[in-house]
């Protein structure tokens, strides 16, 4: 049985500009070097002379007018074809996967937007996106909130996104990224995955990174500023990573535009290189400035609290719109405001912009569009107001402004008070705090006393749902009340446990 082969297309060859045949067959074997084409033997080796290759190739009958068309090239042309079938640097791909053209430019429809297959531990990208071109993005996330990410994104309408630590995976088309930024409320930025491969040298690095399509992203006179980071990997120099990736993304775009430098005068595109356990991963921010940054908060408080990790707390409570929900020490408000925009159904990001906005890629009609979308979908004020109480009268008028400027003043009342003053409260309602715990706001002292005081108060609210932050290791202790429930997060760089303590479910009305 003979072996099949590729059929002769036209292409443009990088390396001469002339027209010349090109095999959709041909597949690259990796760091040998090697191509073939998806029968059995090779068909051309890099480093072989001209004629020995030829001849390999003469030696099959089903190759036979393909050498005779080959042989009739001037010596230059044969060389600049052998080099371009060869060359594992100029086939993105792994072994089974088609070539990509490395003159092809945004537009071409079926190239790869994702690297050869990670290793078994990591996730699993698709190599081509559908017809309806989705690409590859992960929603990063705080350590324990990717599971609320998840499901936000499961309630956005995206399909089965996959969850590793920080990170959660999903495939979307243009509108989908704007509906992600504007409605994801614990994530704290998006980015757009490029590749994913193994790195232990500079070369594989180097070469890899090469090999992916930036051209479908990264214009002529794009901006791509290169941050990095390493965890774990033989590659640990993060500003020789940065050195090396930024050479090979400057390297393909030289190749792919056909020119001698890139000016970087147009959009940002910031891409960062992340090696973990020597996987790296290469990825493009959509998103700029920090998802948390909401835009209604001009000044926080000594130790504000993170508006995503807020978010996710209200996330991770019973609470729902309708039953009444308790702050006693909210600070500048952001527990209260998170709350108030989730039960309105407010999207975060309505009244901010993003890095993708400058991307031709994601056109202004399509942010346009989900912008609108979005308002259309806010929900009246709410019928059971929010209480937030704090002993600092003017962080309370932070708290004021914010929430004027979210667009939620209407949905909470900010008390002068201090937690012991809250005694007039109905028989059912949550409590969510993030009090302080000796790390940035009281001392020690101060602070297990004040524990010992709120668990007193807590224990005429027996049938309230209560929900408390801290990083203090004794807290249940303090409390008098062992936790029904304990889920470690971070509050910025330090390390905390979420206390949940479960009440009964409220009767139904009527």
């Not at 480093?47 to 290759?53: A, E, I, L, S």
């Not at 089974?96 to 994702?114: E, K, L, N």
């Not at 909130?145 to 309408?157: C, I, S, T, Y």
């Not at 994601?362 to 569009?369: G, K, S, T």
Request: proline share 9%; aromatic share 8%.
């Amino acid at each position: 049985m003979q072996p099949e082969t590729g059929s002769a297309n036209i292409a443009d060859s990088p390396c001469t500009g002339t027209r010349l045949p090109r095999l959709d067959g041909i597949q690259s074997q990796g760091q040998s070097g090697t191509c073939r084409p998806l029968g059995t033997r090779p068909v051309l080796a890099r480093g072989c002379p001209d004629r020995r290759v030829l001849r390999d190739v003469r030696n099959d009958r089903t190759d036979q007018r393909l050498a005779a068309f080959i042989l009739r090239w001037p010596t230059a042309r044969r060389k600049a074809l052998t080099a371009g079938f060869s060359s594992p640097r100029g086939i993105p791909g792994t072994p089974g996967r088609s070539p990509i053209d490395p003159r092809a430019g945004p537009a071409q429809s079926g190239a790869s937007i994702v690297p050869p297959p990670p290793n078994p531990h990591a996730l699993e990208l698709p190599l081509t996106a559908p017809a309806q071109d989705l690409w590859n993005f992960a929603a990063v996330a705080a350590f324990g909130l990717e599971a609320v990410v998840a499901r936000e994104l499961v309630d956005l309408g995206f399909d089965k996104p996959t969850i590793e630590d920080g990170r959660v995976w999903f495939r979307a088309d243009a509108a989908g990224l704007c509906r992600a930024s504007l409605h994801l409320r614990s994530a704290d930025r998006i980015l757009l995955v490029l590749g994913r491969f193994d790195a232990r040298d500079f070369g594989a690095l180097f070469d890899q990174t090469r090999d992916l399509p930036w051209e479908r992203w990264l214009g002529l006179d794009a901006r791509f500023p290169v941050s990095g980071r390493s965890i774990r990997s033989q590659l640990h120099s993060v500003p020789d990573c940065q050195r090396i990736v930024k050479k090979a993304i400057v390297e393909r775009l030289k190749s792919a535009w056909s020119v001698a430098w890139c000016p970087e005068t147009g959009p940002e595109y910031a891409v960062e290189v992340a090696l973990v356990d020597d996987l790296a991963t290469l990825t493009i921010d959509t998103s700029g400035e920090g998802l948390h940054k909401r835009g209604y908060r001009i000044q926080g408080g000594a130790a504000p609290l993170r508006e995503t990790l807020a978010a996710g707390l209200v996330q991770l409570s019973y609470w729902r719109p309708g039953r009444l929900l308790l702050d006693p020490f909210c600070g500048s408000g952001t527990i209260l405001i998170e709350a108030a925009m989730l039960g309105r159904r407010i999207p975060p990001g309505l009244n901010r912009t993003f890095a993708a906005e400058a991307w031709p890629q994601v056109p202004a009609p399509v942010w346009d569009a989900a912008r609108e979308q979005a308002r259309a979908a806010i929900l009246p004020p709410l019928t059971t107001r929010l209480l937030g109480g704090d002993r600092d009268a003017a962080v309370l008028n932070q708290a004021r402004r914010a929430a004027r400027a979210a667009g939620v003043a209407d949905d909470i009342e900010f008390t002068s008070r201090a937690a012991s003053d809250w005694t007039e409260l109905p028989a059912y309602g949550c409590l969510i705090a993030n009090p302080p715990y000796g790390e940035r706001l009281g001392t020690q002292p101060e602070v297990e006393d004040l524990y010992r005081r709120l668990g007193e108060d807590c224990q005429r609210l027996d049938a309230w749902s209560l929900y408390v932050l801290t990083a203090h290791p004794g807290f249940e202790a303090l409390f008098g009340r062992k936790a029904d429930r304990r889920r470690k997060l971070y509050n910025a760089k330090i390390a905390c446990t979420y206390f949940q303590y479960f009440g009964p479910r409220p009767p139904r009305e009527g």
